[in-house]
Structures are given as C-alpha cells and as structure tokens.
C-alpha cells in the first residue's frame, strides 16, 4: 500500500515538473523543475531497490549537470522570448509527432506479448545486497570494465573539449 | 518479493509518458537550453526504464547501464553547453532557429 502511494506520489511529481520544464517561460524555473524532475526520479529508484542509482542521480544529476546548466543560464542572461514556442506549422507537427511518439510507446507498454509489460509473473524474490554500490562495484569492476575504461576516456575527452571550445576564439 | 509493489507496467508508461514530454520539448521549443534539457528528460526517462527492468528480472545489469547513460549524459551537458556558449558569443542568442549557417 505504501509502495502505491509513493510511486503515485512521484509519478505525479515528475510528470507535472516535466510538463513544467517544457512549457514554463522563464528558462530558470525550467532547470528548477528539472530538477523536481530528477529528485522525485530518484525516489522512484529507491522504490525499485537501486539505492545506489538513486545517490548518483542526486548528486550527479541533480547536483553537478544542474548546476552546469544554471550556471550557463546566469552567465548568457538569455532575454526573455516573447513567444518561447517555434512558430507556426513546426509546431503543430511537434506535437502531432509527440501524440505518435505516445501512443506507440503506451502500445509497446501495454501489450501482452509485444512488450514485457503484460502478463509477467511477479517480480522473484532478489538477494539482500541487490543495488547496493558493494554489489554494482564488483560486477562493474569485473564484467564491465572494459566499458568503465572505456568511459574515463569518454570523460577525458568531454573535459579537452569544452576548454578547447570555451578558450577558442571566434572572430 | 512484495506484492503491493507497483507493476512492471505501471513504470513503462510513466517512462513512456516523460519521453514523449521530452520529445515534445526537443520539437517545440526554441531555446537550445530548453532543448538540452528535454534531452535530460528523455535520458531520464530511459533510465527509468532500465532501473524497473532490472528490478523485474533480478539482475543489476541495467544499473550498470543507467551509470553508463549518466557518464554519457554529463559529457555530452559539457559539450553543449560549451558549443552553447561559443554560439552565444558569436551571435548574441540561444534561439535555434536563428542558427542558420548551413542553410546557404
């Protein structure tokens, strides 16, 4: 019962923030609302028993890729746009694209033997130390370190890039 | 291991329902920082997605993927921004639709 309430609960809150985040006009309380976004994600994640995923996408997401994009957001002083939607026929096909978008996923969701969604047997019983950052570690470190390495230099190269692209200058 | 758990399917639509909200976002809005965080929005949505998979079929695999989309997803936020902000300078906005090079 109390799972129910929470995830009705988060599911609301992240579903109004997003809507917020596409539609609000002042650009600062869209990344705020994102991040109402992010955090009631992260509650959702602990509801799934992925506390570790939930840590990250605080302080991660929530934390360090919103505070890049406010940060950006103050310094460019974007003046406020009349009409913050693109005009004309583009948005009509936006959204029509966005109906299509909807009723595909929510047709994969719900059908029975297309997606996973329908008749499943419940969920089999997980063992204790199930998304814990000791149980992710060790198979990230063994199973997937080729991808990890592969990430730091990922990483790496974001970081050259943006100094390279904030030093350089356009004439 | 919990009965009064939500379904499996009750996350798929909620991840359905926030990617097509960032779809919405990346195709009506004219900001590129708007646009960007519809990306985020999407992202999210698929991670998500990963996350209740995992749950249902007992395995940690999609947690790895999750940290793998966030990786990826703070690369691609600094890139961005920074090619955001060399716009920016050049031409004095952030609309997308005002970025015309290519266009001839």
């Known amino acids: 019962m109390l799972e129910t309430v929470l995830f009705s609960f988060f599911a609301l809150t992240s579903v109004v923030c997003a809507l917020g985040v596409v539609f609000h006009r002042n650009p600062v309380h869209c990344a705020l609302l994102l991040v109402g976004v992010l955090l009631s994600l992260s509650g959702l994640f602990i509801l799934l028993n992925a506390q570790f995923i939930a840590a990250l996408q605080v302080i991660v997401y929530a934390g360090a890729i919103m505070v890049l994009f406010l940060f950006v957001l103050m310094l460019l002083n974007f003046r406020q746009d009349p009409d913050v939607l693109t005009p004309g026929a583009a948005k009509g096909f936006g959204f029509l694209f966005g109906l299509l978008v909807m009723v595909e996923l929510l047709w994969t969701a719900l059908s029975p033997n297309g997606g996973e969604g329908g008749g499943l047997p419940a969920a089999p019983p997980l063992p204790a130390d199930f998304g814990s950052p000791a149980a992710i570690g060790k198979i990230l470190y063994t199973t997937w370190l080729f991808p990890f390495e592969i990430t730091s230099i990922l990483l790496l190269v974001a970081v050259v890039g943006a100094v390279v692209l904030a030093k350089r200058k356009f004439a | ?104």
């Open chain 2, 1 to 104: 291991m919990n009965a009064m758990m939500p379904p499996l399917v009750a996350y798929q639509i909620l991840a359905g329902i926030l990617f097509t909200i960032g779809v919405v976002g990346v195709l009506v809005r004219r900001s590129a920082l708007i646009i960007f965080m519809s990306i985020e929005l999407m992202l999210n949505a698929v991670n998500l997605s990963f996350v209740a998979f995992s749950r249902q079929h007992g395995s940690m695999d999609g947690h790895i993927f999750v940290f793998f989309v966030m990786a990826v997803a703070a690369a691609e936020v600094a890139i961005g921004l920074a090619i955001l902000v060399a716009i920016f300078r050049k031409k004095e906005t952030a609309n997308v639709d005002d970025v015309h090079l290519l266009k001839g």
